[in-house]
């Protein structure tokens, strides 16, 4: 396992562009909230870090992971983010209800990206225990929280980005 070798969320500070003027929409799951809420506080506390205001930041909970999607479509829909952020955790279990649930929840979140010309990131944990969980949710292999909203900063900055640079090229 990848993980098992450092803390993913260590990243260089000056690498990640301002938040300032971006912003996002957080879809979290109230399922495994001892989880999802630990993600979400190291993703709000991320984009706040890097600029992003209160007031720019709109939080939509959703029963479990297969309601993510849906929950980043009704953020879409009447919040207009410039990107959204889902955050869960989908523990392996006796049957196979995770692959199920993550292979859903995965093709729907990067479709609503594909969809809405949008970034819609994944931060949904995936292990096959809950103490990984905890080594993911701010324990001692980091927090996807943080790791998912230092993505959505950058994809908000590539998109911007890439718009400008087009709107230069239709000058000449």
């Known amino acids: 396992m990848a993980s098992s070798l450092k803390n993913l ?6 690498e990640i562009p301002a938040a300032g003027g971006m912003t996002f929409g957080i879809a979290v ?5 001892d989880i999802t809420f630990a993600l979400l506080r190291g993703c709000i506390e991320t984009l706040h870090k890097h ?7 709109t939080v939509y ?14 953020l879409v829909e009447t ?22 649930i993550c292979n859903a929840v995965s093709q729907g979140i990067m479709q609503l990206g594909l969809d809405f010309n949008i970034p819609i990131i994944f931060g949904v944990l995936t ?18 929280g ?6 959505a900063i950058k994809m908000v900055d590539l ?12 000058l000449n």
Do not use: M
């Open 146 to 151: 943080i790791e998912a909203a230092v993505t």
């Open 127 to 144: 292990p096959q225990t809950l103490q990984q969980a905890k080594d993911r949710a701010g324990g001692k292999y980091g927090n996807k």
């Open 61 to 74: 909970h959703v029963p479990g992971a297969f309601e993510l999607p849906l929950g980043a479509q009704f």
């Open 79 to 100: 919040k207009e983010p410039d990107a959204v952020i889902c955050l869960g955790c989908v523990i392996t279990g006796e049957t196979r209800h995770d692959e199920y």
């Open 9 to 14: 969320s260590e990243y260089p500070l000056d």
């Open 29 to 33: 799951t109230d399922y495994h909230n």
């Open 159 to 170: 998109k911007w980005k890439n718009f400008h640079y087009k709107d230069l090229l239709d």
């Open 51 to 57: 600029g992003a205001e209160d007031q720019n930041i």
